[in-house]
């Protein structure tokens, strides 16, 4: 079992910055696909940013030049660095972890942070 942990959320007003952190405890794999998904009420859950194991990043173009995804493979931990934040980006954020085990996948979440963005 994998257990994520999600913190950093908080109250900001529009242009400032959050960084969240996701720690990954339990048998963590080592080839792994690490990402941060957010949901906003009444809207569907979203994915942000993504980080391969290798380092490889993608993001949603929404958040692109602004939020920075970034990983430290000894804590086993992702960050999400998120900066000229908007209204829009108020949301619950959750931290996913993807991966196959023995030709069996797996899918880990954790309980969530808010973000909250005031205008």
């Known amino acids: 079992q994998v257990q994520l942990v999600e913190s950093g959320g908080g109250s900001v007003q529009a242009g400032g910055s959050l960084r969240l952190s996701c720690a990954a405890s339990?048998?963590?794999?080592?080839?792994?696909?690490m990402s941060w998904y957010r949901q906003a009420p009444g809207k569907e859950r979203e994915f942000v940013s993504g980080?391969?194991?290798?380092?490889?990043?993608v993001y949603a173009d929404s958040v692109k030049g602004r939020f920075t995804i970034s990983q430290d493979n000894a804590k086993n931990s992702v960050y999400l660095q998120m900066n000229s934040l908007k209204p829009e980006d108020t949301a619950m954020y959750y931290c996913?972890?993807?991966?196959?085990?023995?030709?069996?996948?797996?899918?880990?979440w954790g309980q969530g942070t808010q973000v909250t963005v005031s205008s």
């Open positions: 996913q972890k993807v991966g196959m085990v023995a030709g069996t996948p797996y899918t880990y």
């Open positions: 980080i391969n194991y290798d380092g490889t990043t």
């Open positions: 339990g048998y963590t794999y080592s080839r792994s696909v």
